[in-house]
Every structure is written in structure tokens, then in C-alpha cells.
């Protein structure tokens, strides 16, 4: 059994920053899947890809609404991928989740991926 598990939401205001976690629990590590995915969805919205990235690839991929502010990252000796949120939008408020899936031909598209946290809270006040 396979979980994952963000931490680092939390209220904030525009332009502060975030760190968002995300660990596994268990004999897997983020690191033991080709693809891992940070997704987020607001109230009575879909959920949208934020970054992901295949390792090996050399480097994350961003929707365009969060390049240039957030970033993707890995610590293996930690276990623990990390999503760094700058410059922090009242748009970007969401439950952000994080997922892992193996041999995923789109990393954008949620519905390839297998494995998935429980989500993490952001809230960006104007």
C-alpha cells in the first residue's frame, strides 16, 4: 500500500510564499516512481496540473498560471519532493495534492496517474 502525504499548507497573503511537502509512507519513496505530480483544485473547480516531473528527464514541466513562481524539487536522502511557492496568488488558493504514477505518457493529465495524497490546504488572501 502506497501513500503519500503533503504538508506545508497554510493561510497566507499575496506575494508571501509556501513549501509544500510530500513524503511517502511505507517501503516506497517518491523516488521509486518515473513520474510525480502536483495537482490542485479550488471550490468548484476541476483539478489542474501545478508541476510534475518524470525523473531522468532533467527537468520539471509548469502550467503557465505558476512558472516562473513555484518550483518543483527532490531531496532523496529526505525522501521528500517539494513544491516551492513564491509570489503567491489569491487565485493559486486550492487543495494542492500530490501524485505518483509509473510510465505516464502525459504527466498533465491526473487521470494516469495511481497514487495520490490526501491534499494540503493553501490560502492566499488579497
Known amino acids: 500500500q502506497v501513500q503519500l502525504v503533503e504538508s506545508g499548507g497554510g493561510l497566507v497573503q499575496t506575494g508571501n510564499s509556501l513549501k509544500l511537502s510530500c513524503s511517502t509512507s511505507?517501503?516506497?519513496?517518491?523516488?521509486?516512481?518515473?513520474?510525480i505530480g502536483w495537482f490542485r483544485q479550488a471550490p468548484g473547480k476541476e483539478r489542474e496540473f501545478v508541476a510534475g516531473?518524470?525523473?531522468?528527464?532533467?527537468?520539471?514541466d509548469y502550467a503557465d498560471s505558476v512558472k516562473g513562481r513555484f518550483t518543483f524539487s527532490g531531496d532523496r536522502t529526505k525522501n521528500t519532493v517539494y513544491l516551492q511557492m513564491n509570489n503567491l496568488k489569491p487565485e493559486d488558493t486550492a487543495v494542492y495534492y500530490c501524485?505518483?504514477?509509473?510510465?505516464?505518457?502525459?504527466?498533465?493529465?491526473?487521470?494516469?496517474?495511481?497514487?495520490w495524497g490526501q491534499g494540503t490546504q493553501v490560502t492566499v488572501s488579497s
Open positions: 516531473i518524470t525523473w531522468g528527464s532533467g527537468s520539471a
Open positions: 501524485a505518483a504514477g509509473n510510465l505516464i505518457p502525459e504527466p498533465t493529465d491526473s487521470e494516469q496517474y495511481n497514487y
Open positions: 511505507g517501503m516506497f519513496s517518491p523516488f521509486s516512481f518515473t513520474t
